[in-house]
């Protein structure tokens, strides 16, 4: 069995920014290397989960606890947009969703599990089978 060195898989759309009516209003183009954003999406992606889940288990009676919660949950949403879009890119989406954080989310939320979590998935699968061809030479004393 050969090794196999595979080219960074990318992830190239343009987004188009409608308004309620369907006209666009604005295009962004998104053109990622997976793997050069991998370890960053992952942890933004983990703390993104457990911002949500916090905040939604944070009870609505403890009104500074809920404030915190939805503080650290807006500020999770942030970091994982930045890290998928870049920063100048994820300022055109608040500014577009007028600084709604959820609205943001809800819109955007089908491309990240659509396109973006898939394309994680295949570089996680691409380094395991990397490391599993590497060690299984080692042990055959190639």
Known sequence: ?????????????????????????????V??????????????????????????????????????ANEQYGAAIMALFTVIFGAENTEKLLDFYAGEYTTMLIYVLPFILGIVVPAMNRVTEQKNEQLKSFYKGKRRGK
């Open 31 to 68: 053109n990622i290397v997976a793997e050069s954003i991998h370890k960053a999406f992952r942890d933004a992606w983990k703390n993104f989960n457990n911002a949500r889940l916090t905040a939604e288990a944070t009870s609505d009676d403890d009104i500074e606890g809920k404030e915190a």
């Open 1 to 29: 069995m050969a090794f196999k060195i595979y080219q960074p898989g990318k992830i190239v759309e343009d987004l188009e920014l409608c308004n309620p009516a369907g006209e666009v209003k604005a295009v962004m183009h």
